[in-house]
């Protein structure tokens, strides 16, 4: 004896895996804002040493090469005197979140949508 009455699935939409991708992308986004004072001094650390290295490693190829070298102390720039330029900005994060947090609320939309229709 089967049961004819069985209910049909509920949509529980803590069960969609966009509303997880939502929530994940919103806390990046929100971690994001609360870290960009602490991110813009570390990353102008990072970016500094590797300028440095970078500039240090033309110098060594230089003087191997038998060219004139070059004092790099004279090149050298007070970094509180330039605007920080990041080489990588955190603007490209902050919309790569926004887009994940508009792409998953949209398809979390469409799901709702398809099963408020289908009930």
């Given at each position: 004896?089967?049961?004819?009455?069985?209910?049909?699935?509920?949509?529980?939409?803590?069960?969609?895996?966009?509303?997880?991708?939502?929530?994940?992308s919103?806390?990046?986004?929100?971690?994001?804002?609360l870290?960009?004072?602490?991110?813009?001094v570390?990353?102008?650390q990072?970016e500094?040493?590797?300028i440095?290295?970078?500039?240090?490693?033309?110098e060594?190829?230089?003087?191997?090469?038998?060219?004139?070298?070059?004092?790099?102390?004279?090149?050298?720039?007070?970094?509180?005197?330039?605007?920080?330029?990041?080489?990588?900005?955190?603007?490209?994060?902050?919309s790569?979140?926004?887009?994940?947090?508009?792409?998953?609320?949209?398809?979390?939309?469409?799901?709702?949508?398809?099963?408020?229709?289908s009930?």
């Open positions: 004896m089967e049961n004819d009455d069985t209910p049909s699935p509920v949509f529980k939409l803590i069960d969609s895996p966009w509303l997880w991708g939502l929530m994940f919103f806390m990046a986004l929100v971690g994001l804002g870290i960009r004072p602490k991110f813009d570390r990353q102008s990072i500094g040493r590797f440095g290295r970078r500039q240090s490693t033309v060594r190829w230089r003087r191997q090469s038998g060219l004139e070298e070059i004092d790099l102390a004279d090149s050298a720039i007070d970094p509180s005197t330039v605007k920080p330029k990041r080489i990588v900005p955190l603007w490209t994060l902050a790569a979140a926004t887009v994940s947090i508009c792409g998953c609320g949209y398809m979390l939309y469409r799901e709702w949508r398809k099963k408020e229709k009930e």
